[in-house]
């Protein structure tokens, strides 16, 4: 396993897409708040919680999280390396390897490219403004990451609710990859992820209780009661449980693909 996942994490760092997709994401999060920015009118807080409010933004986030590593699978078919790379290690390795390394590339980018987004908005903008006597408050205290904002700590706020668009970015990622079996084209790989959160946001916003509502895990928004550890232990333990069906799907996926091409 750390032989191969070696090998797909070197492949990750040399690609390009990988080092410049953050940055896509921070040129992109800035020209949506440039208004603000120039103007010195409002707040870090204030903007990136307008920016999670864009369903136009969050299907963007997506596309740029898969740029890196989301067509992995579908390169190695159509380049003839697919049974070469396979063959390497075991079929288990080798698909737990990818999904990691994609996964991996896709939370790195979402969290990279708010961060200098972030780090960009704090050079002219103040963090946060609260003021108790006018009623007055950035933010969404009864949110579960709230408690950070209330005790001052405004920089692990706006890190915590960049953390859940990561994790929300991932799992999508790590979908495309497994799709990309059935249907091995690049522009599937990238656009699957976005394809598939519209629908499955809107379907768990839907028709599912609060604890599965998968928009609501992407906004930060609170899925359960509980405290912000409690609530952070529960998003880790809900998107592991997808990944694992999403790696399940993918193994099976890839077998059928290595039994059809060797008979």
């Not at 994490?9 to 080092?19: K, N, P, V, Y």
């Not at 490219?113 to 007055?136: E, K, N, Q, S």
């Not at 509980?226 to 990944?243: E, R, S, T």
Request: include cysteine; charged fraction near 15%; glycine fraction near 10%.
């Amino acid at each position: 396993m750390k032989g191969t996942l070696a090998m797909e994490m070197s492949r990750l760092f040399r690609t390009a897409r990988f080092w410049m997709a953050p940055v896509g994401i921070a040129v992109f999060s800035l020209a949506a708040s440039w208004q603000s920015f120039v103007g010195g009118t409002d707040t870090v807080v204030n903007c990136l919680g307008k920016l999670n409010e864009l369903k136009q933004f969050d299907l963007m986030i997506v596309l740029f999280a898969a740029m890196p590593f989301g067509t992995c699978f579908s390169r190695e078919w159509n380049d003839g390396f697919f049974l070469a790379a396979a063959g390497r290690s075991n079929v288990e390795r080798y698909t737990a390897s990818m999904l990691f390394t994609a996964c991996f590339a896709a939370y790195f980018t979402v969290m990279t490219g708010f961060l200098i987004y972030l780090g960009v908005l704090d050079m002219r903008l103040p963090l946060t403004c609260v003021d108790y006597d006018a009623g007055y408050f950035d933010g969404d205290f009864n949110q579960p990451y709230g408690a950070l904002l209330e005790s001052g700590k405004a920089w692990g706020y706006l890190i915590c609710r960049a953390h859940l668009t990561g994790v929300s970015a991932m799992l999508y990622v790590g979908l495309g990859v497994a799709v990309s079996v059935v249907f091995p084209d690049d522009f599937t790989a990238v656009a699957t992820p976005m394809i598939l959160k519209y629908f499955l946001e809107g379907i768990t916003d839907e028709f599912f209780p609060g604890p599965l509502n998968l928009r609501r895990l992407a906004q930060g928004y609170r899925l359960l009661e509980g405290g912000l550890a409690a609530h952070l232990i529960y998003i880790a333990m809900l998107v592991g449980f997808c990944l694992l069906a999403v790696y399940l799907f993918f193994l099976h996926s890839v077998r059928r693909r290595m039994e059809h091409e060797l008979c």
